[in-house]
């Protein structure tokens, strides 16, 4: 299912980031697993977890800044001949937002189950 990446939020959203970073979005987690000692699979959550998405952020060099007229946050990313810029009312999900739409564009085909 198509979404524009301006409207990108939860699940879909940390789908999203996950393959614009070339990495799956869940994955097997054997170190612990569950209290039964099984394997657990866990979800990305770079839009919600700093140690996630801040690496990305500084990786990228995402700007971040808070707009008090508009009561949100702003990030921005420049590109080798444009801006990417996008606005949440998280500072990580404007970026992770601007990010995707750095590498995937302004529309992105999410699994419809995500969604």
Not at 7 to 36: C, F, I, M, P, Q
Not at 46 to 55: E, K, N, R, V
Request: proline share 3%.
């Amino acid at each position: 299912m198509k979404i524009k990446t301006a409207e990108l939020t939860g699940a879909a959203l940390d789908w999203a980031v996950a393959k614009a970073s070339g990495v799956e979005h869940r994955y097997r987690h054997t170190t612990g697993g569950d209290y039964n000692g099984n394997t657990v699979t866990v979800y990305r959550r770079f839009s919600t977890d700093w140690s996630q998405g801040g690496p990305i952020i500084e990786r990228e060099r995402i700007d971040i800044e808070y707009d008090l007229g508009d009561k949100c946050w702003n990030a921005r990313w420049h590109g080798s001949n444009e801006w990417t810029f996008y606005q949440a009312d998280t500072p990580l999900i404007a970026a992770m937002r601007c990010f995707v739409a750095s590498k995937l564009g302004d529309e992105v085909d999410v699994p419809e189950e995500l969604v």
